[in-house]
């Protein structure tokens, strides 16, 4: 599985503000303020050394966290692509939990579920210095039913076959309920090695409480899958991250991860219920090809370990995944969306995985107001270079790289791209910028708003071709004598193609 480095990134800004107020007659746009409610860029997260991103959607609100090492973080939004950090706000992004609070380390995969009025979070994380022996599945329970509020650690769920049990996740079907882990067994005539090979396993849970297990026995414990086919052992033979999911005709699902997560080749695959005991293996049958896999063609490199979430009307379904931001960066990923469709209501498929320059349709029933502003239409100090980032597509169809076809590349790290932007109300607003960076050592910009500085997170992309983005929080004002300023500087490697200004929904 994956160590994930304890450095979270947190790209937050938030300025403090007074009584929030509102733009007097009719506010317009900004001339250059481009719409941007139709679509989306991805990603939507992309901190140092994170993966295995998990969303979940309850009361109308999605709630996020993945793999950051010694702390389990929670980010609440009520859209899906709003989801940003605010280490500013308890309300929008919330410590759940760190190592040195309840004696864990490596926190991996950590999944947030509501389930009889109480919320949850499984993770695996490891104890004193044991390493994979140590791997095992732990719960938290919520002290109340705000999941951005106080958390109890229960303690380790014991699990048959538990010498490695990672990955775990909730399951609830047909009245019962299920946990279902990837584990490794001892090496064969060997009581200190584990084998390599990483299978899914399933037990019952007591019903209604999903911190124990109907029994430790090995005999309770079921394989479900092992890793045999070409796409389940690229780089190791591995099954695991799995996620539970009813098909649109109600059919039990899990989707899971194949092949080792370092690799190019990690993939999404599933197993369907095509029986009716889900404790029985013969019942679970493995699909013939990947849901999900890597597309070096269009720089999609180890698409793995998802979730999956109804959109805000609640009539598509949204895959939340990871990829690696760059060929053979192994553990260092990025969250990204895309909708997953269905043929037949019950058999899920996903047409082409996203690149870096598709503006991605934005899931049914979310509501933003939402403006771009092109680089090139900024103001731009004399170093500055308007880049062209055009291309055709695999049947000759030109496409844009760059959101508008153009972006900036200072001359040095003195140059300003500079963007003025008025707003209609004062209040918290997130602002992505979209970059590109083939650098191997820059890895930062430095964004000024109204004055006021943040270092943005900006890692390598595969090339300059590829436009990434990071988000952030910041206040902006009505001023009704000048717009607020928002200047970027940085390395002269770093393309900047545009920002995007998200004005937040406060009803």
């Not at 500013?88 to 947030?112: H, M, N, Q, R, Y």
Request: hydrophobic letters at 35%; proline letters at 5%; a negative charge.
């Amino acid at each position: 599985m994956k160590k994930i480095a304890s450095i979270l990134v947190c790209c937050c800004m938030l300025m403090s503000l007074g009584a929030c107020g509102g733009a007097s007659g009719g506010w317009k746009p900004d001339d250059n303020a481009i719409p941007m409610n139709d679509t989306f860029f991805n990603p939507i997260r992309i901190e140092s050394q994170m993966g295995d991103p998990w969303m979940y959607k309850h009361d109308g609100y999605y709630y996020y966290m993945h793999s950051e090492g010694a702390r389990i973080t929670l980010t609440k939004s009520k859209w899906m692509t709003q989801n940003t950090l605010n280490g500013e706000d308890e309300s929008v992004t919330k410590v759940v939990t760190t190592e040195k609070l309840c004696g864990l380390d490596e926190f991996w995969a950590p999944e947030i579920f509501w389930f009889a009025g109480s919320w949850y979070i499984y993770v695996t994380a490891t104890q004193d210095n044991l390493g994979d022996f140590g791997r095992k599945t732990h719960v938290f329970k919520s002290k109340t039913t705000d999941a951005m509020g106080e958390w109890d650690y229960v303690g380790r769920i014991a699990l048959p076959y538990d010498t490695y049990a990672i990955d775990a996740t909730f399951m609830d079907c047909n009245g019962k309920q299920y946990i279902v882990w990837s584990g490794r067994s001892l090496k064969e005539g060997s009581s200190t090695t584990l084998d390599f090979k990483q299978e899914l396993y399933i037990t019952e849970l007591v019903t209604g409480d999903p911190t124990k297990a109907k029994s430790t026995a090995d005999e309770a414990g079921v394989k479900i899958s092992t890793p045999t086919e070409e796409w389940e052992i690229q780089d190791g033979p591995i099954n695991e991250g799995a996620v539970f999911i009813h098909t649109p005709d109600g059919t039990p699902m899990l989707l899971y991860s194949a092949s080792h997560s370092m690799g190019n080749q990690y993939c999404i695959a599933y197993l369907t219920l095509t029986g009716s005991d889900p404790m029985n293996a013969a019942h679970w049958t493995k699909c013939d090809a990947p849901l999900m896999q890597a597309d070096f063609d269009r720089g999609i490199y180890g698409p793995g370990h998802n979730s999956v979430v109804l959109s805000p009307d609640d009539s598509e379904y949204w895959i939340v995944y990871h990829t690696a931001k760059r060929m053979n960066s192994a553990w260092d990923r990025m969250a990204r969306l895309q909708k997953l469709e269905w043929k037949d209501g019950k058999t899920p498929y996903v047409e082409k995985i996203a690149r870096f320059s598709d503006a991605v349709k934005m899931p049914s029933g979310e509501k933003t107001n939402r403006y771009r502003y092109e680089a090139e239409s900024a103001e731009l100090t004399e170093g500055c270079t308007i880049i062209d980032s055009t291309d055709t597509d695999e049947d000759g169809t030109p496409f844009d790289y760059a959101s508008g076809g153009k972006a900036v590349q200072p001359g040095g790290d003195t140059d300003k791209i500079t963007f003025h932007v008025t707003v209609p109300e004062n209040g918290k607003y997130i602002i992505g910028v979209r970059y590109s960076n083939d650098s191997a050592t820059a890895s930062t910009i430095s964004v000024s708003v109204n004055g006021s500085a943040v270092r943005l997170y900006t890692p390598r992309t595969q090339d300059k071709e590829m436009f990434s983005q990071n988000k952030f929080y910041a206040g902006l004002y009505v001023k009704p004598d000048k717009p607020n300023v928002i200047e970027i500087t940085c390395d002269k490697n770093i393309l900047i193609d545009c920002i995007v200004v998200d004005y937040l929904d406060r009803k």
